[in-house]
C-alpha cells in the first residue's frame, strides 16, 4: 500500500532529488544558460521564441500575497515570491473574422506561467490545463486567468503554466461560430490541438530563460477539458511531459456531449417536454431524485448513501411497485406509492431508463437486467448503443432541467440549433434542437464522426506506442457519482489502450487508473450522495480552495505519479478518508474494485480490500 511521507517546502525538494539521486537514474540538468532573465519588463524584449509570441505582462507576486484564480471567488494566498509573466502566441482567427467585437474574433492564445524565485524552484514543471470550453483572463495584465489548482501548484515551488485555449471568454462556446454563422475552424484548431503543443513549448523555454537551466522533470496535470488536453499531449507529443495525472477526462467529447442532451430527446419523445417547460421538466427532475435514492438504497449492500460499483447496481423502477404512482402497471408490479412528487408513471420510469441506458440508434434500450456488467461498466457499448448515460447514484438535475447544445450547433454548423447562451449575430434563432428526433439525433451522433475537425478533439486514439517507449507515465481517475461526463467513456479508453499495449500487466507499466465511488465532477473534489451527507464520501485531497499549499501527503494522486517517475515506485491501492474523517478506504488501480469483506465496520479501512 502506497505511503506518503509528510514533508513540505524545501524538505520536499530535498527528498525528492535525493531519493532521484539514490533510486533511479535522473534526468541531467542542462548547462546553465549564459544569462538569466528578471522579473520584469526586460522579459518583453529579452523572451522572443518566435514571431508568433507576445510577452503581454510581467509582474512581481510576492509571498502573502492573495489572488483570486478565474474559477474560484475565494482567495489564493501566495506561499512564496513568484513571476507571473504573460504572453499571447498568435496568429488566432483575425483573417477569418474581421469583426473585431465578434465572440470569435482573437488574436492567438493567451498565456500566463507562474515562476517560483529561483531558490523556491522545485526544478519541476507542473503544468495545468483547462476546463470546459476554458478562455479567461490570460492575455489581459490586470486580470487572472488560470484555474486555482495552477496557482496551488506554483505554491509547491513548481512552474506552473496556463492557457486559455485560444479564446478570451471563460465558459463561452460562442467563439466557435464567425459573425457569418460558419463555424470558426482556426479557433476551433487552437482549442482542440495547438493551444496544448503551445503551452508545452512556451512554458518550457520561459523556464529555461528565466532560470537559466532545463527542469529535471516536467509533469502535466489537468481536469476535464484538461484531462482531455493532457491525453491529447500524451498521444501526440509525448516527449513533452515525463508525468501525466489525468483527472475525470472530457475524452471523446462530442460523443459524451451529446449524449448529455440525449435526456431532452427522450422527455420530448416519451413525455411532450424539454428543459424549456421549466416546471415541468423540474417536477420530473423531483421524481428523478427520489426514484434514484431508492436505486442507491437498492443497491447500497454497505450502507454508504452512495455506491461502492454502480455498475453492478440493476435497479428498475418499473420492476419496483413504490416507485410506481398507485395502480400504475409496471413490470411484474403494481404502483403503491401515492406521493404524486415523487411517483412515477410508467412513461416516466421508462424515461428514467433509458436516460440512465444512454443514447441508442433509435430509442430503443435494454432493460438492465439484460445488460451484462461490461456494456454497464464501459468496458463495451450494448447493442444499438451510441454512448453512456449517467450511472445509477449520480445526480441527473442538470441534464434534465438544462439542454446541453454546444456541440450539437458545432456538428451541424448552425447556430440555430444552439441554446440562447450562444452569442451569434448571423441568426437571432435558437432552440432548433426541439425539432430532434431518436433518428435525427442518431444521423448527428453518427455525423460527428465523419468530420476531421472533431475526430481530431475526441482525443481517444489508443495507441500509446511512443509513450510507452519514452517510459511516460499517467495515472487517470474518474469519479463514480460523475454528473457532468459519464465515467464509462474513460474506463472504455482504458480497455482499448489495454488491448492495444497487449493485455493489462503491458498496460500498467505506463498506465494505471482509478475509479472513485460518490465523486462528482469538480478539479477540486466534489462528493455526491443522495442523502446530501456529502462529507462521510472518502476522497483524495486535490490542490484547491481548502488546500493551497500542500504538502506531499496532502496530494496523493500526483506524489504517486511522482514516485512513480522519479523512483520507479508503481503506484498501487491507497487510503483515502472522508472529510469529516469517519470513513476510509482503499482506491484500488482498476480492474479491480473496492470491496467490503461483509464483515467490520464500513467505516474502517480494514473491512475494505481490492479484488
Partial sequence: MTQFPLL?????????????????????????????????????????????????????????????????????????????????????????????????????????????????????????????????????????????????????????????????????????????????????????????????????????????????????????????????????????????????????????????????????????????????????????????????????????????????????????????CTSVVGEGVLGTNADAATCMSAKEALALNKIWHGPTTDGSYVPVSNQSYAHRSGAALGPKQLWWGFPRGSSLNGVITNASTDMLAIILGDVRYASEALTNASTPVRNRWQELTYASYADVFQRALTQPMLRDYLTDKPELARFRSLGRKMILWNGLAEDVIPPQGAVNYYERVKAAAGGEAETQKFLRMYNLPGVAHSSQGRASTVGGNNNSVPMPMLPGNTNQNPTRDQDPLFSALVDWVERGVAPEQMVIRSRDNGTAYPICVYPKKITWNGSGSVRDAASYSCK
Fill in 8 to 324: 513540505a517546502g524545501a524538505a520536499l525538494a530535498a527528498a525528492l532529488l535525493s531519493a532521484c539521486t539514490s533510486v533511479a537514474p535522473v534526468q541531467p540538468a542542462a548547462p546553465a544558460a549564459s544569462r538569466t532573465l528578471a522579473c520584469d519588463d526586460s522579459i518583453k524584449t529579452a523572451f522572443k521564441p518566435d514571431a508568433n509570441t507576445t510577452v503581454v505582462s510581467v509582474r512581481r507576486v510576492a509571498k502573502g500575497e492573495q489572488v483570486v484564480a478565474v474559477d474560484s471567488p475565494q482567495p489564493v494566498t501566495i506561499a512564496r515570491d513568484m513571476c507571473l509573466v504573460k504572453l499571447l502566441v498568435g496568429p488566432g482567427s483575425t483573417a477569418t473574422e474581421k469583426d473585431r467585437n465578434a465572440r470569435s474574433w482573437t488574436e492567438g492564445i493567451g498565456m500566463e506561467i507562474w515562476l517560483p524565485e529561483p531558490a523556491g524552484w522545485n526544478e519541476r514543471i507542473r503544468n495545468y490545463g483547462g476546463g470546459g470550453w476554458v478562455g479567461g483572463g490570460h492575455r489581459y495584465a490586470d486580470k487572472i486567468g488560470s484555474k486555482l489548482p495552477a496557482l496551488v501548484n506554483a505554491n509547491m515551488g513548481y512552474a506552473s503554466g496556463t492557457h486559455d485555449g485560444g479564446q478570451p471568454h471563460y465558459q463561452d462556446a460562442s467563439f466557435a461560430f464567425l459573425s457569418s454563422g460558419s463555424v470558426n475552424q482556426d479557433s476551433f484548431w487552437d482549442m482542440s490541438s495547438r493551444a496544448i503543443h503551445e503551452q508545452a513549448v512556451k512554458t518550457r523555454a520561459l523556464v529555461e530563460a528565466f532560470y537559466g537551466r532545463a527542469p529535471r522533470f516536467s509533469y502535466y496535470d489537468g481536469h476535464s477539458q484538461g484531462g482531455r488536453q493532457g491525453l491529447k499531449a500524451a498521444q501526440e507529443w509525448p516527449e513533452q511531459y515525463d508525468g501525466f495525472l489525468i483527472g475525470q477526462p472530457a475524452i471523446s467529447v462530442p460523443k459524451f456531449s451529446l449524449s448529455s442532451l440525449y435526456p431532452q430527446i427522450v422527455m420530448k419523445s416519451e413525455l411532450g417536454f424539454t428543459a424549456l417547460d421549466k416546471p415541468a421538466a423540474a417536477a420530473f427532475a423531483r421524481k428523478v431524485a427520489a426514484v434514484n435514492a431508492r436505486a442507491v438504497a437498492s443497491c447500497d449492500r454497505e450502507k454508504l448513501g452512495f455506491l461502492l460499483d454502480p455498475a453492478a447496481c440493476t435497479y428498475d423502477p418499473l420492476r419496483e411497485a413504490e416507485a410506481l
